[in-house]
């Protein structure tokens, strides 16, 4: 099971830091994806994270605002967004699944079946 916290009310240009948590398994050999769905929009891509040797990919829409990084002893993932802007509201989704592939990037949604449930994120 994968839990996101950490979303909340902000103003623009302010920051927030969103968690997902895995329980019942260990999050090291995961991939994990960020993902966010605003109202009436198609869901977007945002961010994702390798296994193992911490790749990250940024879509440009938050391209040296938002980092992903990981906590293996906390079994977490976290989205630091920074400079937020009111284009970001949205519900944020991570999700994950389980890789033998150190460093590569899963980029597709339908290539995670683990989701959570979301969080949202409003300016």
């Known amino acids: 099971q994968l839990v996101e916290s950490g979303g909340g009310l902000v103003q623009p240009g302010g920051s927030l830091i969103l968690s997902c948590r895995a329980s019942g398994f260990s999050l090291d050999a995961f991939a994990i994806g960020w993902y966010r769905q605003a109202p009436g929009k198609e869901r977007e891509g945002v961010s994702c994270?390798?296994?193992?040797?911490?790749?990250?990919y940024y879509s440009d829409s938050v391209k040296d605002r938002f980092t992903t990084s990981r906590d293996n002893a906390k079994n977490t993932v976290y989205l630091q967004m920074n400079s937020l802007k009111p284009e970001d509201t949205a519900v944020y989704y991570c999700?994950?699944?389980?890789?033998?592939?150190?460093?590569?990037?899963?980029?597709?949604?339908?290539?995670?079946?683990?989701w959570g449930q979301g969080t949202h994120v409003n300016l």
């Open positions: 999700a994950g699944r389980s890789t033998a592939l150190p460093g590569h990037l899963f980029l597709r949604a339908d290539e995670y079946p683990y």
């Open positions: 994270i390798s296994s193992r040797d911490d790749t990250t």
